[in-house]
């Protein structure tokens, strides 16, 4: 439609080249003014005229192109109308498409996402449970894109707070209570080992030679350490299964405790390792920042360490065109120096192929979350909490519903999601159930709801064909052509979500729609006896619903049919 305007113009206009009519031509801010808008403004200079001369003049010397209408002078600017049914046909020839939203540009390329990698032996935290939600959208709108996409969980699974952990079990711990309390008796136990500890030092010694043995090899140290992994991991599992997510590699920082050799060798071959006070480190003064610890006095790898294998290790085993991180603020620092250190190793793409994507905190806003003992909260009580507070709504609005359960853990489940997608990253988190779980609000379960309104309709009308040929003139009211428009936003929505690695452009996007849906949805009348007018009517409705079900989707959160 643009393009024939283009075209038009560039005939009247000598002086300006196609392109530069392109980027001229506006979209003008309300419908009374047209649907696109061409300012007259820089032509003033060449044509020593006034601009809405010029307008007037150029208006009356076009021969108007099949798609436009009518066309308007207002001031400066020569205001184009399209013709509705052709701006309406060719708006839904895009959107009936099948996976429509979808490219094809990431074919052939990797990206590696490393998300949720929460601590052995620790809670699933709220801050945790951030990282999983953002990075599993990442996940998932990369994959609309084409590309391949691993998602990897790098457990906190190896360091010295092992040695601790053993420490305190073989002195206070059992095996009992560790399996039926699982991690928090394990968190128990580590907060015991440092109330001892500073009245003992020498158990400090103690940990740290459990955690040497762990770096040697040893047999019970491994199988101990190993027993709370697989406690751990259990229960983080059942935290993704409630989430509906999955992981392609859970390579945990302990799958490079024998790579990390390899790491020392390189730096110092490549001449950038040196030492300060009998630890091993890489300068990164030049760079405005701390050195980047690689091996402590006693000879153990740490963190950043273990970040240098595991991308050395991405890079060769998946090839990767970006490796993304997602995890909170604090940690920038951090993945400043792992990336410069890689590109001090000489590696020109660790430039831009490594992102770390941070994310805000999460305030609990006063709210009284459920917590167990010793007051942590752990993501799986929230995501309950949220289950049982929409079962109960359901329970009161509509308890004849089918499969209660059910609806209630994924409309629960998608309102925390939804909450924590809805602004920015960088932006805190806030926690309130009432705002959450309100079906009016900008919220999970609205956009839930507006798709379920959409299924039920669907349900009802009879001899509805979705591939049938429609008549368009019955579209071109104000309301179908608002939400026309929005369901058109898609492909761009889901390009921008991925170029700023922000899933919030398809929260957003997705409001927008069932807004536009629910507008269009009051002042029309959708199961009409009329076969023509009911039939274009219906296939908004269809394609409403798969867009929004197709947007959630890209969040992570499935919709249900009735609620
Ligand atoms: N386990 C870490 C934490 O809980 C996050 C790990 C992030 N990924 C990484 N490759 N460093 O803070």
Redesign the pocket.
């Known amino acids: 439609m643009k393009e024939q305007i283009v075209t038009t113009l560039a005939a009247a206009i000598p002086s300006l080249t196609a392109e530069e009519i392109s980027s001229l031509i506006e979209i003008p801010p309300t419908p009374d003014m047209g649907d696109f808008a061409f300012p007259c403004f820089r032509l003033a200079k060449t044509l020593r005229k006034a601009p809405p001369m010029i307008a007037s003049e150029i208006a009356a010397s076009l021969s108007l192109p099949d798609a436009v209408d009518e066309v308007k002078v207002v001031g400066a600017y020569i205001n184009f109308f399209l013709k509705k049914e052709g701006f309406v046909a060719s708006i839904l020839e895009k959107v009936r498409k099948e996976n429509y939203g979808s490219s094809s540009e990431g074919e052939g390329k990797t990206i590696c996402i ?2 949720s ?3 052995v032996a620790k809670n699933f935290h709220v ?2 449970l951030r ?1 999983t939600i953002i990075g599993n959208s990442l996940h998932l709108i990369f994959k609309k894109l084409g590309y391949h996409v691993e998602r990897i969980n ?3 699974d190896w360091g010295t707070q092992f040695g601790k952990l053993i420490v305190a079990y073989k002195n206070w711990g059992s095996e009992e209570a560790v399996k039926e309390k699982g991690i928090e008796e394990l968190m128990r136990l580590y907060v015991l080992f440092h109330q001892e500890a500073d009245k003992d030092p020498a158990l400090e010694d103690e940990a740290r030679a459990w955690f040497a043995k762990m770096e040697q090899g040893d047999e019970e140290a491994l199988s101990i350490w190993k027993w709370f992994v697989d406690i751990s991991l259990e229960e983080f599992k059942r935290t993704y299964k409630l989430l509906g997510m999955e992981f392609d590699h859970y390579t945990g ?1 302990s799958f490079y405790r024998d790579k990390t050799a390899d790491v020392v060798k390189r730096l110092s071959d490549a001449g950038i390792l040196t030492e300060s006070e009998g630890a091993r480190i890489v300068d990164l003064s030049a760079y405005d920042m701390a050195p980047c610890l690689i091996l402590k006095k006693d000879g153990s790898s740490i ?1 950043a360490t273990r ?1 240098i294998a ?1 991308i050395i290790y991405r890079k060769e085993n998946y090839n990767f065109e970006k490796c993304l ?1 997602v ?2 603020q604090e ?1 920038r620092l ?2 400043r120096q792992v990336f410069k250190v890689m590109e001090l190793l000489g590696n020109e793409w660790a430039k831009d192929g490594l992102v770390h994507i941070p994310y805000g905190l999460v305030s609990l806003g006063g709210e009284k979350l459920s917590s167990r003992d010793g007051n942590v909260i752990f993501a799986e009580d929230i995501l309950l909490e949220a289950v049982k507070k929409v079962r109960e709504i359901i329970e009161e609005r509509n308890p004849e519903l089918e499969d209660k359960d059910t609806v209630a853990e994924k409309v629960g489940v998608g309102a925390v999601i939804f909450n924590d997608l809805y602004n920015q990253r960088i932006k805190d988190v806030s926690f309130r159930w009432e705002h959450l779980l309100n079906f009016e609000g900008e919220t999970g379960p609205y956009v839930q709801y507006t798709y379920a309104r959409c299924s039920s309709i669907l349900r009802k009308v009879e001899n509805y064909s979705p591939d049938a040929d429609i008549d368009c003139s019955y579209l071109t009211d104000e309301a179908s052509l608002a939400l026309l428009k929005q369901l058109e936003l898609f492909p761009s929505a889901v390009q921008e979500a991925a170029t700023r690695y922000e899933p919030c452009v398809i929260a957003r996007y997705a409001i927008a729609v069932a807004q536009a849906f629910n507008h269009y949805y009051t002042v029309n009348r959708i199961n009409v006896p009329e076969d023509n007018i009911r039939n274009a009517r219906v296939l908004l409705v269809d394609i409403t619903r798969r867009t929004l079900r197709d947007a959630l989707a890209l969040l992570g959160i499935t919709c249900v049919e009735a609620m």
Request: glycine share 14%; charged share 15%; hydrophobic share 15%.
């Open positions: 490393d998300y990698s929460p601590n801050g945790h990282t790098h457990l906190g920082e963190y970040d595991a991180y995890t909170g940690q951090h993945f």
